[in-house]
């Protein structure tokens, strides 16, 4: 068929069926929003009054026409093709529902839409040549579904678009060359489809494109030097492509371009000088090219850059020691090409430095002594070059580092004992593949945060010094191919080792090598020293095996009476509710505040536990109980979950920590108001809650109806205030919460947000050994990322989750959701939004931003601070002082 020639059908049918569909102009809506309610079935409108303009989510015009119809998040899956006969509609919101089958073509028929949004669905087939006739179409967002096929030549009718969001679909083609003439496009998003052919030339000439991403697609071709041209792009993101050619020289006209992400290309050529021009420049990611040339020094007026990366490419020369001014630099990541020249120590002026990747390259000569110069550097990755000398005993001083890469160089001396000074070591330390020698110093037994340690491959020698036992995080370690000697001591991640962790050392024995230390040590050694350190070994292997079989043993007798009340609960229920009202032997109770100790009576408390159908909430560290006592007064119990009734073997401590709280009474902090104690059972009473929690607040667990009125942001606010007022608190008493989640912040009858679950953190003090059997790790999606690998909860710990808790108000979304994609979190959705090329606007909750310029104004003043609290760097992150004054700030502007 002539392309011309099905063009023309395609038109006609589009046509044919939108008139169809449509009722006569006479008509009115009336009939078309009947029909767009049978299909559609929005919830909100099943027990809607008789007039649609009164609808939920319709906006009518001054004739009573329908302009806008916006259901998004409704969960709606119908058939919404009647909305092709609503003459007037201006804007169509039905993004996040679970539409699937066709665009529908007949919306083609709609001459005064506007905004098109059937963003995240499951939408599929082409999209509808037809849809050109919209002609007033201005912001066209498909993004998110399963549309496949190419993109119309027919949508060239639409001249007044201004952002088109095609990303993430099934998309084929090219990306059609009239989209270069549309006057008014400032944003083009296609990123994750299979296009394929160039970036239409000419793009960017005739408008003031913003905008562009079109990552992960097959592109060819070179980027067009016309993008630049008027010098108003922002955001160019052309990662993973086959594009090839050069920067354009004229990228340098863009002086608010403040990110360039390339790399995954085939762009050949030097790095144009102009860059330097770009100074708003904050990412800039050109990494897996043919990139080659130097580094252009003139990096260094951008002063605002954050991130350079030109990893993997064939640069040449030296690190310019201009860039040393860049004083925001967070991350310089030069791995991979043909660099040379010394280490370069000019860098280190860049105080805000976090990571320092040198690794495959030709750096060479000695590591300074001023390394990391007091710097944050928390990532030091020089492997694979040509270093030599010893490793600077200045070492020490990089007091912040996770990681340090040494591995694959020609580095020569001792290990300095200053290595034992890097607390913070967590990730890695790797020595490997140098001529290392000397002794292993003990000082390394110091990096208890340490996970994985490699020095094989050196010329170090001696006993390995029992003090490394000291590592207590060690999970990978290598120390193979060395010329160490005598008994590997007995330390579980050592024994745990294959044997090629120790292999290559000719007088090493014990386990995990298969040699017997007996016959060798004979020979060298003083056998009353073998036979010390035999015996220390033995008692350490002896106490270990002790704490565990006493550990396993209480494990095993909890679950034991776990089941066995299980059953006898279970045969009471068969008997019937009075039988399950026995008197429990009450072991220790009481009551803070004296004005309750006549309202509460602790069998009441007791007996509500046994009931299923008086559990409130179940979270990670406990059960909650509504109980009624004869009084009338409501109370909450909170039953501690049994693997943490260790705690109950040390009441004392309990019933001290418990009074202290119940005394310390901050208006934002749930306050205990007694306890009772039975067998190995602790129950906490805590005041009634009526509002619930904030996570029923926001995601309405709470209510069946689905009907429920969309909280105020004024009281969201005045709630995340109240949370960081508590968190606060607690932090300037030295108390770290063990999980904050919105299910833990309950809310008053005035909805004053209180934080719970703070006993927890005093109970389960994992420092003073209480909690050994409990892996504390809080809830998921609150859970900061060091956590992985510190397996520690700490102050930045806490902001990080309150941080999320902000986003989660801020959104209206769970921290965890399989919308989000696989492996992406609430956190890392929002953080990566600029990289889609989403704005603020599309991360916040409408149904809150778009009420007023003022709540708008506070929820990006807000979307600040929770960003800075979810920094993946800890350090980055602020005190909960400061985020309670910035949060205050927000409110007042
Ligand atoms: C879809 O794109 C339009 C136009 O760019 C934008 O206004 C809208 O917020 C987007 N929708 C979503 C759900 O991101
Ligand atoms: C995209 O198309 C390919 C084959 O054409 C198919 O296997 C894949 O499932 C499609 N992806 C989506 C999201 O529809
Ligand atoms: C870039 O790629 C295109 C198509 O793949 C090819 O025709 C062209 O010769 C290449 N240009 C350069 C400079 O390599
Ligand atoms: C650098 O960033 C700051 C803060 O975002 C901004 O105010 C300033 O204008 C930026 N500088 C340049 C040269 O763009
Ligand atoms: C580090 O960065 C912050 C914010 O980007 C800036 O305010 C501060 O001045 C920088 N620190 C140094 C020492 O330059
Ligand atoms: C080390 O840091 C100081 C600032 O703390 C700076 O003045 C000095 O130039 C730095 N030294 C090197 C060698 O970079
Ligand atoms: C390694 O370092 C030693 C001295 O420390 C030097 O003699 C030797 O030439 C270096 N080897 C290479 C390959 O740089
Ligand atoms: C240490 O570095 C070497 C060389 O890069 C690498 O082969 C080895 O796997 C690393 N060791 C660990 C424990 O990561
Ligand atoms: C330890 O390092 C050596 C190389 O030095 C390697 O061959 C061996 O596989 C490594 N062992 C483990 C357990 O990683």
Known sequence: ???????????????????????????????????????????????????????????????????????????????????????????????????????????????????LDLSMNRLSGPIPPALGLAAGLKFLNLSNNALSGSIPDELRGLKELQEV???????????PGWLAGLPGLRVLSAYENALSGPIPPGLGLSSNLQVLNLHSNGLEGSIPSSLFDLGNLQVLILTVNRLNGTIPDSIGRCLGLSNVRIGNNRLAGAIPASIGDATSLTYFEADS??????????????????????AYNRLVGEVPDMLGELRNLQELIISGNGLGGEYPRSILRCRNLSKLDLSYNAFRGGLPDTICNGSRLQFLVLDHNEFSGSIPHGI?????????????????????????????????????????SGPLPRELGRLDKLVALDLSSNEISGEIPADMRGMLSLIVVNLSNNRLRGAIPVFGPFQKSAGSSFSGNAKLCGDPLDVDCGPIYGSNYGSDHRKISYRVALAVAGSCVLIFSVVSLVVTLFMWRERQEKEADA?????????????????????????????????????????????????????????????????????????????????????????????????????????VIY??????????????????????????????????????????????????????IATIHLDISSGNVFLDSHYNALLGEVEISKLLDPSKGTASISAVAGTFGYIPPEYAYSMQVTVPGNVYSFGVLLLEILTSKMPVDEEFGEGVDLVKWVHSAPERGETPEQIMDPRLSTVSFAWRRQMLAVLKVAMLCTERAPAKRPKMKKAVEMLQEAKNS
Request: charged letters at 20%.
């Open 1 to 115: 068929m002539h392309p011309a020639f099905r063009r023309c059908l395609l038109l006609s049918l589009g046509l044919i069926s939108a008139s169809l569909l449509a009722p006569r102009a006479g008509a009115g809506d009336a009939a078309a929003m009947q029909a767009l309610r049978r299909g559609l079935a929005p919830p909100d409108w099943a027990a809607a009054p008789a007039d649609h303009c009164a609808w939920r989510g319709v906006t009518c015009g001054g004739a009573r026409e329908v302009t806008a119809v916006e259901l998004p998040r409704r969960g709606l899956r119908g058939d919404f093709s009647a909305a092709a006969g609503l003459r007037a509609l201006a804007r169509l919101d039905l993004s996040f529902n679970a539409l699937s089958g066709a665009v529908p073509a007949a919306l083609g028929a709609l001459a005064r839409l506007e905004l």
């Open 679 to 732: 067998e190995d059972v602790a129950l906490l009473l805590q005041y009634d809650m009526p509002n619930g929690t904030l996570l029923q607040l926001l995601h309405g667990s709470n209510n069946c109806d689905g009907d429920q009125e969309k909280p105020d942001w004024p009281k969201l606010l005045s709630i995340a205030i109240g949370v960081a007022e508590g968190l606060a608190f607690l932090h300037q």
């Open 165 to 175: 969001q095609i990303s993430a679909n099934n998309l084929t083609g090219a990306i």
């Open 571 to 675: 045969k009471k229920a068969e008997a019937g509710e009075a039988v399950v009202v026995e008197a429990r032997h009450v072991m220790a109770s009481s009551v803070f505040i004296e004005s309750l100790q006549q309202a509460i009576d602790f069998q009441t408390c007791v007996q509500a536990t046994f009931k299923d159908a008086s559990a409130l909430r179940s979270g990670t560290f406990s059960t909650t109980y509504k109980a009624v006592m004869p009084s009338g007064m409501v109370v909450c119990v909170k039953k501690l979950k049994s693997v943490d009734r260790a705690v109950v073997h040390h009441q004392a401590k309990m019933i001290r920590e418990l009074e202290r709280l119940a005394h310390i009474n901050h208006p934002n902090l749930v306050r205990p108001i007694g306890y």
């Open 396 to 436: 020490g001083g990089c007091s912040r580092l996770l990681e340090l890469q040494l591995a694959n160089n020609n580095l020569s001396g001792e290990i300095p004992a200053e290595m034992g000074k890097i607390k913070s070591l967590q990730i890695a330390l790797n020595l490997s593949f140098n001529h290392l």
């Open 289 to 310: 090219n043919q990139l080659s040339g130097s580094i252009p020094a003139q990096f260094a007026r951008c002063a605002n850059l954050t991130l350079l990366n030109l």
